[in-house]
């Protein structure tokens, strides 16, 4: 898998490249000798947990493999403002026409990373574990999954092959949860699949219908706290009476004000789909030394 993600993420770097250089950077070719050699620096503007450090070096080497690259800050350190990441040394055109879209990969993945680190700090001391969703961008949920973890916070489900997610829609279409959960089992019989199989409830109705089949999670989606509450009373009850575990995950609607109370319920996962799909990107420049 990481072979592939690696292939995945040369391909984006190819992708975006093309996209901004199109048949050539007009202004670098006509002001920038094609001589001239200096070094520049990165800089954070502002502070956070970087990530995707390696993927921005990749783009200065995918312009220009001769180009000398220095990382000096780690994914998964802290960072504050005004603070020097790497730098890199080499042809000054080269340089020019990496940089808006190695900053850009950049941005984009210390953002969802630092935002991670936000939730993760929040529910220190709980049981609870901050998850993303599959609100990604598209083509790169590699990357975005891989800046959760570095984070702090951890990955549900990749994709729809790696974990069965029973949802509103498919229980509104076949008429219940038990017969949902019923035709899963069915399915992986026939496939000799074996994986977790989770439901989504929005009601303690459904809930109640729910800690009645053999699911292993059941996800409460966009409840308040006192019904929260109430059904993580309900399955930890069942769970006593039949002595098995189904795991609580807590989704929708959920902030840095709330998290902090949604985990002290004694949830086991919170899932957070603004992690990925409207994170602010981190600040970032590239100065270069006097010429």
């Known amino acids: 898998m990481e072979r592939q993600w690696a292939k ?19 202004t670098t070719n006509a002001t920038i000798a094609s001589s001239l050699e200096s070094t520049a620096y990165i800089f954070s503007k502002d502070s956070g947990v970087m990530a995707g450090i390696d993927v921005s070096m990749k783009v200065f080497h ?35 026409k990496a940089e ?13 990373a630092t935002l991670t680190a936000k939730y993760v700090d929040k ?5 609870a574990k901050i998850l993303d969703t599959r609100k ?25 092959y790696d974990r069965v997610l029973i949802k509103d829609n498919h229980i509104a279409v076949v008429g219940g949860i038990r017969i949902a959960v019923d035709r899963v089992l069915s399915h992986m019989k026939k496939c000799h699949k074996n994986t977790k199989i989770e439901v989504e409830c929005n009601s303690y109705d459904e809930v109640l219908e729910a ?22 009373k309900l399955i930890n009850e069942s769970n006593a009476e039949n002595e098995r575990t189904i795991r609580i ?14 985990a002290e319920t004694g949830v086991d996962y919170i899932s957070i789909g603004i992690l990925t799909h409207s994170v602010k990107n981190s600040d970032f420049t590239l100065l270069f030394d006097e010429i």
């Open 100 to 112: 808006r879209t190695a900053l850009n990969f950049l941005g984009r993945i210390t953002g969802i």
């Open 8 to 26: 995945l993420t040369d391909t984006l770097i190819e992708t975006a490249l093309t996209e901004d250089l199109g048949s050539g950077d007009i």
């Open 62 to 96: 995918k312009v220009d493999n001769s180009l000398k690259t220095r990382v000096l800050l780690k994914d998964g350190e802290k960072f504050s403002n005004g603070q020097k990441i790497a730098e890199i040394t080499g042809s000054v055109a080269s340089i020019f």
């Open 249 to 262: 995950e807590i989704s929708g609607n959920i902030n840095l004000d709330t998290v902090r109370a949604v």
């Open 211 to 232: 800690v009645y089949t053999p699911v292993d999670i059941i996800m409460l989606d966009n409840m308040d706290l006192s019904e929260i509450e109430r059904t993580v």
């Open 123 to 127: 529910v220190q001391g709980c049981h």
């Open 136 to 160: 990604t961008m598209p083509t790169m949920r590699h990357l975005d999954k891989y800046a959760v973890r570095t984070g702090g916070g951890y990955n549900h489900r990749f994709g729809l």
